[in-house]
């Protein structure tokens, strides 16, 4: 790769005519002829020179350029003054600059200049000028080379582009950038990849060092205002469309961006006055019209998702809630409020382990109160969850009264006796003595209010001296029921039955 600075100064020998002296009359003071005049110009100009690549190997390009500049105001024709100063000025990273004097020094550091600033065809024939007057020139050779590098990068890039293949063209950008320190066209072109890739401060670093450089670069201020878009920053992301538009009302990338963030905001905006006023129908209608207006838009996509999640959770859609709520984090894998509207929705439907891994998460990135109790509650039910559960077995409600709770006690026990299912095969009676049992179980639980409340609590009931393996179904039946001689089973035909009590 070339040197940003395009080589050393040139330097030229004091011409002859310096010892060009007009004699001295002793009558009046000496006149100088027009070539005596102008042999002190040139050395005047050599004297400037001479200083600035003094400065220049000291790397101070600033007064190096000074000097070279007095050096050109002195005598205008000398071609390596320009190339000195076009040195210089690229040493300073001014390469735009550095063309105009560039053009007036030769081909070869004119060809550097344009390279460059990424002009690779316009350097590609500068370099190949000046083979053609020395085919042996190394450095021409080796610069020709590298423009084409170049543009080979260039084409590969745009059609990565239009196969969305982003970090390719983000990869080939950063190479030809070797070549192309100074070319704006490919850091916004990287800029943008970055930025639809979602590396938000990369692409807003190389758009805002642009920015400095050139504050109307309608390109920069597009990428800017495409960042903030990609952020959800969607007010400030317009005002930096319009001005991109201000500066090249052409610009279709920026009126495309602006004319899709002004209706996303819109759309949002509309389905949240929707749920608000309770129009759930509605505002699901209107996310799910946002969703579509731009893919590309991740963090405002995800709010959106966990927005109509939200929705269809006040809809009793609780699938359809859980469904949305991993979309939105599929796209922004740190959005805490959809995995808190997840693991809710898992806590409804009664997936606590899937709960509990979310609350894990949320509890692990943000250490609150909050969402500790969250995580603990969520962490009982789970446990709770694996324990036999009673108001199920008893086909009753957890807020069921002590009346509910005998009333089911009745119909269970009565339905799942053993002397009920006397006649039916060997498996079936033991389901059912299984479920009499757990029946007898449940009522002993529910129907007394210490229990209950353990158990409720989720404690382990063993732990606290219960154990439920020793438990007679029979004798809580018994007691149930009026104690012995208290009823029978009689059959009153193939599989019925009826009770008589005496």
């Given at each position: 790769?070339?040197?940003?600075?395009?080589?050393?100064?040139?330097?030229?020998?004091?011409?002859?005519?310096?010892?060009?002296?007009?004699?001295?009359?002793?009558?009046?003071?000496?006149?100088?002829?027009?070539?005596?005049?102008?042999?002190?110009?040139?050395?005047?100009?050599?004297?400037?020179?001479e200083?600035?690549?003094?400065?220049?190997?000291?790397?101070?390009?600033?007064?190096?350029?000074?000097?070279?500049?007095?050096?050109?105001?002195?005598?205008?024709?000398?071609?390596?003054?320009?190339?000195?100063?076009?040195?210089?000025?690229?040493?300073?990273?001014?390469?735009?600059?550095?063309?105009?004097?560039?053009?007036?020094?030769?081909?070869?550091?004119?060809?550097?200049?344009?390279?460059?600033?990424?002009?690779?065809?316009?350097?590609?024939?500068?370099?190949?000028?000046?083979?053609?007057?020395?085919?042996?020139?190394a450095?021409?050779?080796?610069?020709?080379?590298?423009?084409?590098?170049?543009?080979?990068?260039?084409?590969?890039?745009?059609?990565?582009?239009?196969?969305?293949?982003?970090?390719?063209?983000?990869?080939?950008?950063?190479?030809?950038?070797?070549?192309?320190?100074?070319?704006?066209?490919?850091?916004?072109?990287?800029?943008?990849?970055?930025?639809?890739?979602?590396?938000?401060?990369?692409?807003?670093?190389?758009?805002?060092?642009?920015?400095?450089?050139?504050?109307?670069?309608?390109?920069?201020?597009?990428?800017?205002?495409?960042?903030?878009?990609?952020?959800?920053?969607?007010?400030?992301a317009?005002?930096f469309?319009?001005?991109?538009?201000?500066?090249?009302?052409?610009?279709?990338?920026?009126?495309?961006?602006?004319?899709n963030?002004?209706?996303?905001?819109?759309?949002?905006?509309?389905?949240?006055?929707?749920?608000?006023?309770?129009?759930?129908?509605?505002?699901?209608?209107?996310?799910?019209?946002?969703?579509?207006?731009?893919?590309?838009?991740?963090?405002?996509?995800?709010?959106?998702?966990?927005?109509?999640?939200?929705?269809?959770?006040?809809?009793?859609?609780?699938?359809?809630?859980?469904?949305?709520?991993?979309?939105?984090?599929?796209?922004?894998?740190?959005?805490?409020?959809?995995?808190?509207?997840?693991?809710?929705?898992?806590?409804?439907?009664?997936?606590?382990?899937?709960a509990?891994?979310?609350?894990?998460?949320v509890?692990?990135?943000?250490?609150?109160?909050?969402?500790?109790?969250?995580?603990?509650n969520?962490?009982?039910?789970?446990?709770?969850?694996?324990?036999?559960?009673?108001?199920?077995?008893l086909?009753?409600?957890?807020?069921?009264?002590?009346?509910?709770?005998?009333?089911?006690?009745?119909?269970?026990?009565?339905?799942?006796?053993?002397?009920?299912?006397?006649?039916?095969?060997?498996?079936?009676?033991?389901?059912?003595?299984?479920?009499?049992?757990?029946?007898?179980?449940?009522?002993?639980?529910?129907?007394?209010?210490?229990?209950?409340?353990?158990?409720?609590?989720?404690?382990?009931?063993?732990?606290?001296?219960?154990?439920?393996?020793?438990?007679?179904?029979?004798?809580?039946?018994?007691?149930?029921f009026?104690?012995?001689?208290?009823?029978?089973?009689?059959?009153?035909?193939?599989?019925?039955?009826?009770?008589?009590?005496?």
């Open positions: 790769m070339a040197a940003a600075g395009g080589g050393e100064c040139d330097v030229i020998m004091t011409p002859a005519a310096a010892n060009l002296v007009a004699p001295s009359h002793p009558e009046g003071p000496a006149m100088l002829s027009d070539e005596d005049e102008d042999a002190g110009t040139r050395r005047e100009a050599e004297s400037f020179k200083q600035g690549n003094a400065f220049y190997a000291k790397k101070d390009y600033n007064e190096a350029f000074n000097y070279y500049t007095k050096a050109i105001d002195a005598c205008p024709s000398n071609a390596s003054y320009y190339g000195n100063r076009a040195a210089t000025l690229m040493m300073l990273g001014k390469f735009r600059e550095a063309l105009g004097d560039a053009q007036q020094s030769g081909h070869l550091r004119e060809g550097k200049c344009h390279l460059s600033l990424g002009n690779a065809m316009a350097a590609s024939r500068c370099f190949q000028r000046v083979l053609e007057l020395d085919h042996k020139n450095q021409a050779q080796q610069e020709l080379n590298n423009a084409r590098t170049v543009l080979e990068y260039e084409k590969i890039a745009e059609i990565d582009f239009e196969k969305r293949d982003f970090r390719k063209v983000v990869f080939c950008m950063d190479r030809a950038l070797e070549f192309a320190p100074a070319c704006h066209r490919f850091k916004i072109l990287k800029a943008e990849c970055l930025a639809l890739l979602g590396r938000y401060p990369e692409a807003q670093s190389v758009a805002s060092d642009i920015l400095r450089i050139d504050s109307t670069n309608a390109d920069a201020l597009y990428v800017r205002g495409l960042c903030l878009y990609y952020e959800d920053c969607i007010e400030k317009v005002q469309f319009i001005q991109a538009l201000k500066m090249a009302p052409d610009h279709d990338k920026a009126c495309l961006a602006c004319r963030a002004k209706a996303l905001k819109a759309k949002k905006d509309d389905g949240n006055k929707a749920f608000k006023e309770g129009n759930y129908k509605l505002a699901f209608d209107l996310y799910t019209e946002a969703l579509a207006i731009d893919p590309n838009n991740r963090k405002t996509n995800a709010k959106l998702f966990c927005n109509r999640g939200t929705v269809n959770a006040k809809l009793r859609k609780l699938d359809e809630a859980i469904e949305d709520c991993t979309s939105a984090i599929k796209l922004d894998d740190t959005y805490i409020k959809a995995y808190l509207r997840r693991a809710q929705c898992y806590m409804d439907t009664e997936q606590y382990e899937d509990v891994r979310d609350y894990e998460k509890y692990q990135t943000e250490k609150t109160k909050e969402h500790k109790q969250l995580l603990k969520a962490q009982v039910e789970l446990k709770k969850s694996k324990r036999k559960d009673y108001y199920k077995i086909g009753v409600d957890k807020n069921a009264s002590e009346d509910e709770i005998k009333k089911a006690y009745r119909k269970r026990a009565l339905m799942h006796h053993p002397d009920r299912h006397s006649g039916a095969s060997a498996e079936i009676q033991k389901e059912e003595e299984k479920k009499f049992k757990e029946v007898g179980e449940a009522f002993t639980i529910l129907s007394d209010p210490k229990k209950k409340a353990r158990y409720d609590s989720g404690q382990d009931l063993e732990e606290d001296g219960m154990n439920m393996g020793d438990f007679d179904a029979n004798n809580i039946f018994k007691a149930f009026g104690g012995p001689g208290g009823f029978s089973f009689e059959a009153s035909g193939p599989g019925n039955f009826f009770f008589q009590f005496g």
